[in-house]
């Protein structure tokens, strides 16, 4: 089985979102996709815009809870995609380890996607078309695995 790690902050909007949109684009058999946070809101289920916008790309985070990064998930991970250059910098912090299996969601586009959190719908349809495009342009690279 190949396993993705997606990452951002609080895990509630970005990477949840990035999460079921690659579990959608991977065969469902031999991938396993799952998310978590560096500084994770645990428990908490995914920001009601990033539902929504889920919901209107049919995808469903209703079942989402926010979980807290590990180095654990980090060396389970065959590939780990990050929302922003940041992220990289404090997730290989937190493990080392993971050198060389951290990339950007947006890396082979040159861009972060920045956190929309507490701001208004359009921070999440903007966020939406970086992950959307991410996932677009991964999913070959990552069937090559």
């Not at 807290?68 to 929302?83: E, K, R, Y």
């Not at 947006?106 to 920045?114: C, F, S, T, V």
Request: contains cysteine; proline residues 6%; charged residues 20%.
């Amino acid at each position: 089985m190949k396993r993705v790690l997606t990452v951002c902050i609080g895990n509630i909007c970005r990477s949840p979102l990035a999460e079921v949109a690659l579990q959608r684009a991977l065969p469902a058999e031999g991938w396993q996709v799952w998310s978590a946070g560096l500084q994770a809101m645990v428990g908490l289920p995914a920001d009601p815009t990033s539902r929504a916008i889920a919901q209107e790309q049919g995808l469903d985070l209703s079942a989402h809870r926010a979980q807290q990064f590990s180095a654990f998930m980090a060396q389970q991970a065959d590939v780990i995609l990050v929302m922003e250059d940041l992220h990289t910098r404090l997730l290989l912090q937190a493990a080392p380890t993971a050198r060389g299996k951290v990339f950007r969601l947006g890396h082979l586009g040159g861009y972060d996607i920045a956190d929309p959190y507490r701001r208004p719908r359009a921070a999440f349809d903007t966020a939406w078309a970086g992950i959307a495009q991410g996932v677009q342009d991964w999913v070959p690279r990552l069937q090559r695995l």
